[in-house]
């Protein structure tokens, strides 16, 4: 299968941060997840939840691994087995970080409130988005390139979004965690390790998408248009 060199020369960079970040998140956490804390990942959740007085706000154990998440449509946090149940700090961070997505949506965070409008498109357009360039690129049709290209720009909008709003989410646990007593302000160290390098997933993935949009905007309208 041939692959364009101008895709890894835009994308390849990424990609790399991307698998470094993905193996500094594992190594981190795995190092982390060895320093005991008082409480189990859903027992800070609760807490940080409780004190902000969001007590209808529902915690549930789901399967896989760093499968945490925060449902906004369903006021739900969502957390991995391994989070849910652990008494460390790696759980009760990453915890506190779900934690912190219910904060910015009681509070009416704009950023989040944008991001979730952008779901659907950043949805539609990650998929249809690219098949729909491709699709008038070998149609030789510029104007399905363009709708292509407009389409798959929503995810690197959500991508932009999405960035700001993790990393508020960070600072709202670091602060939760402390303010509550759930760890002492010397074990914020550990906890500044799993969500920095959490972070980085989130760098990688937005500096992916924006390089390949650039390289399709480059490859599909710029000069050269050969297929």
């Known amino acids: 299968m041939f692959i364009d060199p101008r895709y890894l020369l835009f994308v390849g960079p990424a990609i790399l941060l991307g698998l470094w970040a993905q193996w500094r998140v594992k190594s981190t956490y795995a190092q982390a ?16 939840l409780d004190a902000a007085g969001l007590t209808s706000v529902r915690i549930e154990e789901v399967a896989g691994e760093l499968t945490d998440h925060y449902d906004p449509r369903d006021k ?73 290209i407009i389409m798959f720009s929503s995810v690197v909008v959500f991508q932009l979004v999405n960035l700001p709003v993790e990393f508020d989410a960070s600072a709202r646990a670091k602060v939760q965690l402390v303010d509550q007593g759930i760890i002492h302000p010397k074990e914020l160290p550990w906890v500044n390790s799993v969500l ?13 998408s924006v390089m390949v949009l650039l390289y399709y905007v480059s490859r599909f309208t710029g000069g050269d248009r050969r297929d």
């Open 33 to 48: 997840r060895q320093v005991p804390a008082g409480m189990t990942g859903a027992m800070a959740a609760r807490r940080v």
């Open 76 to 148: 739900v946090l969502r957390l991995s087995q391994e989070v849910y149940e652990s008494s460390s700090i790696a759980a009760v961070g990453i915890a506190a970080h779900e934690a912190g997505h219910a904060l910015q949506d009681a509070h009416r965070y704009a950023l989040m409130s944008l991001r979730n409008a952008i779901v659907p498109a950043a949805n539609f357009g990650s998929g249809l988005g690219v098949g729909i360039l491709i699709l008038g690129a070998m149609m030789h049709a510029p104007t399905l390139v363009m709708v292509g």
């Open 196 to 208: 920095d390098a959490a972070a980085w997933t989130y760098v990688a993935g937005t500096l992916q």
